[in-house]
């Protein structure tokens, strides 16, 4: 997922876990995997 905010463009990866679009108006659902969710925010 890729982001701006205040100018500035962030990028979102799942490490661990699942990230996917949804239908219902919101951006991303993010699932766990393995009972785990792990992220990682870059500048991009």
Do not use: C, W
């Not at 100018?7 to 679009?21: D, E, R």
């Amino acid at each position: 997922a890729q982001y701006e905010f205040d100018g500035h463009a962030y990028q979102l990866q799942t490490i661990q876990g699942v990230m996917g679009k949804t239908g219902n108006g919101s951006l991303y659902r993010i699932r766990p995997k393995g009972q785990r969710i792990v992220l990682a925010l870059t500048d991009y």
